[in-house]
């Protein structure tokens, strides 16, 4: 690939690298390089370096649209600040090319390869120096890591309010690595190299302690103690002169032992290093988990008892253990740990946390009383593991320990808060299931098989062990084992039992721990009966529930009293055996994947489980029919969130019914969602009718019309067009005269413009319209309207069109709803494409902002590929370019190649424009074989634009077409997307200009449904 530069200060510049692999660098100026040969990447503007600053600084976390749109305007935004910002990803992508590793999440944006940025590769590296146990591989590792800094991190934006916080961290942590390296390099006896870095040290933080305690040790292992000792003076004056303080008494310790010749200069000055009084050495490596250790040694710095929440098989104990020897040098008398799952009640618990830091019984003392003496004068952590099950006896004698013990703090797991005074919590979450539980998943089958290297497959099928097992670190260690003998494809098939399946812990486990059923037993065999009741219940939901789901649903069938439910699924909460996620505006409630399978197992074997689902199933039918009418109004970005959100809970109702043959609940089901599933897309929904219309005997009753209409339309969307009119034929025979009958005459309209039957299309549609008005349902009058609208545009009737859509556009301002809003605006625009294409790209760009607000994916794609269409007319053919890339992908994720095609036309065009012969007419033969539904203007455009073709290639126009028409439809949309992202030249030949002229017409006829 040609190497392409653009000015930096381009910020509209759009062209693709097409990179095949960059690394991305943080520590010093924002740089992107070739992973191939080292080249710079130019970022086209400090915009877009701002943007994927602040990516980067939260390498593998979402950072949401509103934080990136304050980010880069503050108060100076945009007009449209949330598309502004999508703009300026799309140029950052293409800039970067197939190398981006930028996810979009409904939250916002996410980058995706840590593993590719110079700060992540910096932190391994430390992590690998503090694990290491021999000084010579320590100083190996601090090497690597410092060797990856440039300057400062992120140098020129660091004061920037949206990376401030990670600068600092950053330099920070350089600092202490560079430190560590010097104290390492004593360790080593080399003090000259200790002492030359020390002194680069005291020049850069000139106020900082450890330095200069470095270097005096430096100079007195060298035989300079007069040196080390006027180092300590010279710091001494500066510290009193600029902030008024005094030395620590630790460093003033180590002048007088210099100065009495007492004191070896490689020794520590203060315990950096403490003996770990009760901590086990870790015979694992600790994957993960950074952001969780940071919030717990922060919240030790301002709490004296932290606890360590979570599920069983969560990780506390692990994850309190390595954030205690990360800590430890905070404590003079370093860290003990008391273990209590071996301790059967409350009695024992004053015995074994006096066992856990030395202390025997006294004469003429209690155990607690010798106990509390002996940790009177102590700085220490004390970790206290697996409290859960006798919170009655150890909470009253750690609130003892902190309230005479200045000097401990408390370091507790539970699975349940402790309920103490002066307790803080911090609730652990799964591993991150595309990093740590991957990593987590290899490094433990390695242990085992040291030759495992997962491929990209195998890659792909921990990824999905990881998800299912919901990233617990247990479940994942259990997984590993059998990973190790059978394979990671085995493990997946196998994951629908998993508790038989994880059974083979390590041998010195405790037995909770051995295997997975074990683990979740403990925890159930702790709640009350009616605690197991509703967790038992809670199952039966899929992906998570609301308060209100569950007070119905659990209460079903004689389980506890409705009343009594919000209080046990608090309960279930503290207990970690609930999810709470109360980031939306109603709370929601989730089980761990592993528990909710025990409790659906439980159901099962109880008898209970059938009368369970079916009380699920009716109340989300019910559910969805609360939703229906709101879906035409102006709540609908409400209740599409919400149905958004049970999508897991719908599925499950609609298996139940489907499998347990109650097929008129399915097909309510179905009934109530078309209007959900058709403008997004909801391709498995729309699923749901095509089944339910195949089945014997057929179904029956009053939602089998709304089900015929769904199954119609997802037959339309994949090409299937006789199917779809065949049932709008049955849709309107079987209604006859009822209201019910416009949505047979909607999807026969519908299906007559994909044929070109543009008369009997606007009939259809016209008596679909008129029978809505009558019915005063605005929303769907406005639906027929519209594609009444486009068959009188496609027929090239101008006025009337125009004339229908302003129609549209009242109907839909009576509904309210932002899906017919958005509708009436596409089609307001695509009337005046022709002769107003500046007011047509304001109402289709005003259609694409509408349908986000309510997830209506078809509306924005159709409208998209219209602006689209202008803008290959009308625009730079850079802009066109990125634009049709971001539609092909629209379309590649919905899988709807009815609208692809309409696409690739006009990626024809554009090439045609630029002068990219060869690509057109590969393109145009693709389109020749495969696109059936090419008519009117469309075609005539094309036809003309093939004579063109032929006219310029010459001999070689055949077989140019013919090898397009050889080309299998991926093929080809493969082709395109890598001849528009190439730099797109600026047209230059004249003699396309005809070919140009007059062409704005309908550009995305396949919107008329």
Not at 150 to 173: C, G, S, V, W
Not at 197 to 226: H, Y
Not at 487 to 497: K, M, N, Q, S, Y
Request: hydrophobic residues 45%.
């Amino acid at each position: 690939m040609p190497k392409h530069s653009a000015p930096m200060g381009d910020e509209n510049d759009a062209t693709s690298l097409a990179l095949t692999g960059v690394q991305y660098r943080v520590l010093g100026p924002v740089e992107v390089h070739r992973a191939d040969d080292g080249a710079t990447v130019p970022l086209t503007s400090s915009r877009q370096r701002l943007l994927l600053a602040c990516l980067l600084a939260k390498a593998g976390h979402v950072v949401s649209t509103d934080q990136l749109v304050d980010a880069l305007w503050g108060e100076n935004l945009p007009a449209d600040p949330h598309d502004a910002l999508h703009s300026h990803i799309s140029r950052l992508r293409t800039r970067l090319g197939a190398a981006a590793a930028i996810e979009t999440t409904p939250a916002g944006y996410r980058f995706t390869a840590p593993d590719r940025l110079d700060a992540f590769r910096f932190e391994r590296f430390v992590d690998e120096a503090r694990r290491a146990g021999e000084p010579a591989v320590a100083l190996d590792a601090w090497d690597a890591a410092l060797a990856l800094w440039r300057d400062r991190a992120f140098l020129d934006l660091a004061d920037h309010p949206a990376l401030q916080t990670e600068a600092i961290r950053l330099n920070r942590l350089r600092m202490e690595a560079a430190e560590t390296r010097a104290e390492t390099l004593l360790r080593l006896d080399r003090a000259l190299d200790a002492l030359s870095a020390a002194e680069a040290l005291v020049i850069e933080e000139p106020l900082r302690e450890r330095p200069v305690e470095l270097l005096m040790r430096a100079l007195a292992a060298s035989g300079r103690s007069v040196d080390a000792v006027r180092a300590y003076r010279t710091f001494r004056l500066r510290l009193a002169e600029e902030v008024g303080l005094d030395p620590s008494p630790e460093l003033q310790a180590l002048e007088g032992e210099i100065l009495r010749h007492e004191r070896p200069g490689t020794d520590p000055v203060r315990a950096g290093h403490p003996v770990l009084v009760g901590l086990p050495v870790a015979t694992t490596s600790f994957i993960g988990r950074k952001d969780a250790i940071d919030r717990v040694i922060r919240t030790l710095r301002s709490a004296r008892l932290v606890s360590i929440t979570g599920p069983g098989g969560m990780g506390k104990t692990r994850l309190a253990l390595e954030t205690a020897n990360r800590h430890i040098d905070a404590f003079r008398d370093g860290a003990a740990l008391c273990e209590l799952g071996p301790v059967p009640d409350a009695a024992g618990v004053e015995f074994a946390l006096a066992a856990a830091v030395g202390v025997r019984q006294q004469p003429n003392c209690t155990i607690e009383q010798s106990l509390l003496e002996a940790l009177a004068s102590r700085e220490m952590l004390f970790v206290v593991d697996n409290c859960e099950h006798v919170l009655d006896g150890v909470v009253p004698r750690l609130e003892l320990i902190l309230r005479l013990c200045p000097g401990v703090r408390v370091l507790a797991t539970s699975r349940e808060r402790l309920a103490a005074e002066c307790e803080a919590v911090v609730e652990i979450p799964p591993l991150d299931l595309r990093t740590e539980a991957v990593r987590l998943l290899a490094d433990r089958v390695a242990a085992i098989r040291p030759d495992f290297s997962p491929d990209a497959a195998q890659h792909t099928v921990l990824m999905e062990i990881a998800r299912r097992l919901d990233g617990l670190p247990l479940a994942l260690e259990l997984a590993a084992a059998r990973i190790a003998t059978m394979g990671p494809l085995e493990v997946a098939r196998r994951l629908d039992d998993p508790f038989a399946l994880l059974t083979r812990g390590r041998r010195s486990a405790p037995d909770r721990h051995r295997t997975l059923r074990a683990t979740v037993e403990w925890s159930y065999a702790m709640l009350d009966e009616g605690e197991q009741q509703t967790f038992e219940r809670a199952a039966v939901f899929a992906g998570g529930f609301t308060l209100a789901a569950a007070e119905e649903v659990c209460a079903a069938g004689g389980g506890p009293a409705g009343d009594d439910i919000a209080d046990l699924i608090s309960a279930l909460a503290d207990k970690s055996m609930i999810v709470v996620d109360d980031r939306g505006p109603i709370t929601r409630y989730r089980l761990l994947e592993t528990l909710r399978q025990f409790g659906h197992d439980r159901l099962a074997e109880a008898g209970r489980l059938g009368a369970l689902e079916q009380a699920h199933a009716d109340y989300f039918v019910k559910l969805a029919w609360r939703a229906e009418p709101q879906l035409r109004g102006p709540a609908e970005p409400e209740w599409v969130r919400l149905l958004d959100v049970e999508i897991p809970n719908l599925r499950a109702a609609w298996a139940w019914a489907m499998r347990s043959r109650h097929h008129a609940v399915a097909a309510q089901l179905s009934a109530a969602l078309f209007w959900f599933a058709h403008w997004r897309m909801h391709t498995e929904v729309m699923s749901w009718a095509e089944e339910l219309v195949e089945i014997e005997p057929p179904i029956s009753g009053p939602h089998v019309v709304r089900v015929l209409t769904t199954a119609a339309a997802a037959a339309w969307r994949r090409g299937a067009l006789t199917r779809a009119r065949v049932l709008g034929e049955r849709i309107v025979d079987m209604a006859g005269d009822e209201a019910s009958a416009r949505y047979g005459w909607q999807v026969l309209g519908t299906v007559a413009v994909f044929e070109g039957r543009l008369a009997d299309a606007r009939r259809a549609l016209r008596e679909s319209a008129d029978m809505a008005r009558r019915e005063g349902d605005h929303y769907h009058t406005a639906i027929g309207l519209a594609g009444l609208a486009m068959a009188e545009s496609y027929a090239g009737e101008e006025p009337a069109a125009r004339h229908t859509a302003s129609a549209t556009r009242l109907e839909a301002l009576h509904s309210g709803a932002p899906s017919a809003l958005a509708y009436s605006a596409y089609v307001l625009g695509e009337t005046l494409t022709a002769s107003a294409p500046d007011q047509a790209l304001t109402h289709l760009d005003r259609a694409v902002a509408l349908s986000d607000t309510v997830g209506a994916h078809f509306i924005h794609g159709i409208a998209l590929v219209s602006a689209t269409s202008v803008r290959v007319r009308h625009s730079d053919p850079a802009g066109a370019a990125s634009a049709l890339l971001d539609v092909i992908g629209h379309w590649e994720l919905a899988g709807n190649w009815r609208q692809q095609w309409t696409t690739l036309r006009h990626a024809v065009e554009l090439f045609a424009r630029i002068g990219d012969d060869q690509a057109a007419a590969t393109v145009l033969g693709a389109i020749e074989a495969h696109d059936k539904n090419l008519f009117g203007a469309d075609a005539q455009r094309l036809s003309a634009l093939r004579g063109e073709l032929e006219a310029r290639l010459g001999g070689g126009a055949d077989e140019i077409l013919a090898g397009g028409r050889e080309l299998q439809p991926r093929e080809v949309v493969a082709f395109a997307r890598e001849r528009l992202a190439a730099p797109q030249p600026r047209p230059s030949d004249t003699g396309n200009r005809a070919v140009w002229a007059g062409n704005s017409s309908v550009s995305a006829r396949d919107g008329s449904g």
